[in-house]
C-alpha cells in the first residue's frame, strides 16, 4: 500500500512541522500541501521546531497549486470531513473503514486534510471514497490538525500491521532457586528469632512463603534485600547494638 498525506491551504506553519513528526512516528513521508498559506513554508523556522527531527519527511515534502496535481496516482481517497453534509461519499470511523482496506487489493491510497480555518469544501469531499470521522466527545469535536494527522496515521498503520511494542525496560531475571531456597532458610531462622515461627509446629507456613516467592519469580537484586531484611529481623530480636528498635505503639496490644 503506498500512502499519501494531503493538507489543503495550510495557514500555520507549525501545523505543516506536526504533520511531518505524525506522520514519521508512523512509517510515513509522502507529503503534498496544495496551495499554503506560506511559499516557503517547509523551510520556515516553526516549521522545522514542530517538525522534531522529521526533516527528511520535510525535504520529501512536495508543494503544488492545485488538488488535481496533489492526486496523481491515487486510487483511494479519504476525506478528514468532521462537519456533515446532505450529499456525498459515506461516513465512517477510520477503524471502520481502513481495516478491511488493509486487506484488500493494493492501492495508492491518500488522506485529504483541509484548512484549519474553513476545513473542507464541498466539492473535494465528493472527490473522496470515504469521509472518516474521528470519534469524538459530540460537545467538543474540535481536534488541532496535527492532532488529527496523528490519530489517523496511527489507525493506518495499526490497520497495516502496526509496529511492535519496545520494552521500556528489559525483563528482569529471576533469580535461582538455589537462591529463593537460601533466602527461604534464611527467612527461617529469623522467623524463628523474632517469635513468629514455632519451630515445634511451623505448620504450613515455610510451604505457603515458598509458594508466594514462586510466582513473585524474586530478581538476584531483591533476594538481596529480603536476606537484609531477615538479617535485620535477627539483630532486632538479639538486641544487637546498632539494631532498629521497635516502636513501642507496635509492641502494645492493640485491644488493652
Not at 504450613?204 to 531477615?230: C, D, S, V, W, Y
Request: charged content about 25%; aromatic content about 6%.
Amino acid at each position: 500500500m503506498r500512502t499519501r498525506f494531503i493538507l489543503i491551504q495550510t495557514s500555520h506553519a507549525g501545523n505543516v512541522g506536526a504533520a511531518a513528526r505524525a506522520m514519521k512516528t508512523m512509517g510515513f513521508d509522502d507529503l503534498v500541501l496544495v496551495a499554503p498559506r506560506w511559499a516557503n513554508v517547509l523551510r520556515r523556522e516553526e516549521t522545522i521546531q514542530r517538525a522534531s527531527g522529521a526533516l527528511d519527511v520535510l525535504d520529501n515534502a512536495r508543494i503544488v497549486e492545485t488538488l488535481d496535481e496533489a492526486l496523481d496516482g491515487v486510487t483511494h481517497l479519504c476525506a478528514t470531513a468532521m462537519i456533515p453534509r446532505d450529499f456525498g461519499p459515506p461516513t465512517r470511523t477510520p477503524r471502520e473503514h481502513l481495516e478491511p482496506l488493509a486487506g484488500g487489493e493494493a492501492q495508492h491510497v491518500a488522506f485529504l486534510f483541509g484548512s484549519e480555518r474553513f476545513g473542507m469544501r464541498n466539492e473535494d469531499v465528493y472527490r473522496c471514497n470515504v469521509a472518516l470521522s474521528i470519534p469524538t466527545d459530540p460537545k467538543f469535536g474540535s481536534l488541532n490538525l496535527g492532532a488529527a494527522i496523528q490519530v489517523i496515521a496511527y489507525e493506518w498503520r495499526l490497520a497495516l500491521g502496526g509496529y511492535g511494542v519496545r520494552d521500556a525496560t528489559p525483563a528482569p531475571a529471576a533469580a535461582d532457586a538455589r537462591a529463593v531456597a537460601g533466602m527461604l532458610d534464611h527467612w527461617e531462622r529469623s522467623l524463628v528469632d523474632i517469635g513468629f515461627l514455632d519451630p515445634e509446629a511451623p505448620k504450613k507456613l515455610m510451604p505457603r512463603l515458598q509458594q508466594l516467592f514462586n510466582r513473585a519469580r524474586p530478581t538476584p537484586e531483591e533476594i538481596h534485600i529480603l536476606r537484609g531484611i531477615a538479617k535485620a529481623m535477627t539483630e532486632a530480636a538479639q538486641g544487637r547494638p546498632g539494631a532498629p528498635k521497635t516502636p513501642s505503639a507496635v509492641r502494645e496490644d492493640p485491644a488493652a
